[in-house]
């Protein structure tokens, strides 16, 4: 005899939502099975999945815990929480419906994982601002995504979601224990796992009440952009932002939070027409771009003066390094130069439509070391090259000559002449400049 499910999920949003998780390929979880292993039998797996998840007996597996490098260069290590393909497709399906309730609840300046928002909009945002006010409070949070408290967080998910099953299954994922690399398990009492498919939206609703709502009711006129964990918060004066940030630390704690008092610093935006004697920190990063005082010219390029204005920073070019230096494609033999270029153009491409918006002769500073990377993968496939750098440089010129449009980054800006010039050892090493550091990249406020 046919029993009702006691919540009324579609099969549909379960077949689209495994879609999703498809595309987005990802890693193992606990369970070690792949995508390719799923989809052996996948109907009967989602089938499976939809039966326990409208029945309420679904009981989501332990979290693979994996230790990666960060993306800002500095070494350090961030954990990242991996759940089995089962239940990312079945966080998808209630991501889909939390995402639906509180999409249109959020601050216009949160900008994280929104479908109609992104963070250059933010980085620009952020310069504006940064024109109009004297000062920023650069905030970190210590340890965000790992400190979430279940309670408060929970209690924000209730004020608007009412569907009793999307609440049984955040509640089951926020306590879903972690399995160490050592393969022990360990409980969880707070937090959200970094990598996983619903926490990016309960992250951004427990900020939108710990942060947005309380600095827009308490601090309108100190305007801000966040991303995700990621804030800056702009200030008239040096007294209102040191008021701030006390204020903002005593609140994060009343959230069973902590800011990170080493991280979160007050900075002056200094340029030619707030040109203090007394200064602090010039210089602060937002989402991969370092704000600081920059020379830059007015429209017509004649009077050069001081703006403060975002370039990319280094902590995004040593990223950017350390990805090129681990693809393999950089150092497999036997094939050609085309290939090498279908492989990188996307990532080069990528990383030319973010960082390349703001101050772009910055950018430029680490193109130039994909040719010296590109000249290396000549030098090791043609015999005739090994004998001397000059000989790969100058292959190099004439590759280009031939096709220009071969590489995302010989399209970028200007035509690239420390490819087209003779090549010299600087060259190759990435030294020869594009444009002397002091010189502008920018005109005017046009980018």
């Not at 693809?327 to 990532?347: D, F, H, S």
Request: aromatic content about 10%.
């Amino acid at each position: 005899m046919y029993r009702p499910k006691p919540f009324c999920i579609s099969r549909k949003s379960v077949q689209e939502a495994y879609l999703k998780v498809k595309s987005n390929k990802g890693a193992a979880g606990v369970d070690q099975m792949s995508i390719a292993e799923f989809d052996k039998q996948a109907q009967q797996r989602l089938y499976k999945l939809w039966n326990q998840m409208s029945s309420g007996s679904y009981m989501p597996p332990a979290i693979r815990l994996v230790e990666i490098d960060k993306k800002d260069g500095s070494g350090k290590k961030r954990s990242l929480g991996i759940s089995t393909i089962t239940d990312r497709i079945g966080q998808t399906v209630v991501a889909r419906e939390l995402e639906g309730v509180v999409d249109n609840l959020f601050h216009e300046d949160s900008y994280g994982y929104h479908p109609k928002k992104s963070a250059i909009q933010a980085v620009a945002k952020a310069r504006e601002r940064c024109w109009e006010y004297d000062w920023v409070l650069d905030v970190d949070v210590k340890g965000f995504f790992d400190n979430i408290p279940h309670d408060l967080l929970m209690k924000a998910v209730r004020k608007h979601v009412q569907e009793e099953w999307i609440l049984l299954y955040i509640e089951r994922w926020l306590v879903a224990p972690l399995q160490l690399e050592d393969g022990t398990l360990a409980e969880r009492t707070k937090g959200v796992p970094q990598g996983s498919v619903v926490g990016p939206a309960l992250a951004n609703l427990y900020l939108h009440y710990t942060m947005d709502i309380w600095l827009a009711n308490n601090y309108p006129d100190c305007p801000f952009e966040r991303y995700a964990d990621d804030a800056v918060i702009h200030c008239r004066g040096m007294v209102q932002a040191e008021k701030l940030r006390e204020a903002l630390g005593n609140r994060l704690q009343e959230c069973k939070l902590e800011m990170h008092e080493d991280k979160t610093k007050i900075v002056s935006c200094k340029d030619s027409n707030r040109n203090r004697k007394f200064e602090r920190v010039i210089t602060f990063d937002f989402l991969g771009y370092t704000f600081m005082p920059r020379e830059a010219q007015n429209s017509q390029r004649k009077e050069v003066f001081t703006n403060f204005l975002p370039a990319v920073s280094k902590k995004a070019m040593t990223a950017m390094n350390e990805k090129l230096n681990n693809m393999p494609i950089l150092r497999t033999p036997g094939i050609e130069i085309e290939a090498v270029a279908k492989e990188i153009n996307p990532v080069l491409q990528g990383w030319i439509n973010y960082y390349g918006r703001f101050y772009p002769t910055k950018l430029n500073s680490f193109l130039r070391t994909i040719n010296a990377k590109l000249a290396n993968w000549a030098i090791r496939k043609y015999k005739k090259l090994r004998t001397s750098i000059t000989k790969a440089m100058k292959w190099l010129s004439s590759l280009y000559r031939r096709k220009p449009n071969l590489f995302a980054h010989w399209t970028f800006g200007s035509t690239p002449k420390w490819i087209i010039d003779n090549g010299s050892r600087d060259a190759l090493r990435g030294a020869r400049p594009v444009l002397k550091e002091s010189q502008p990249a920018m005109v005017g406020f046009t980018y």
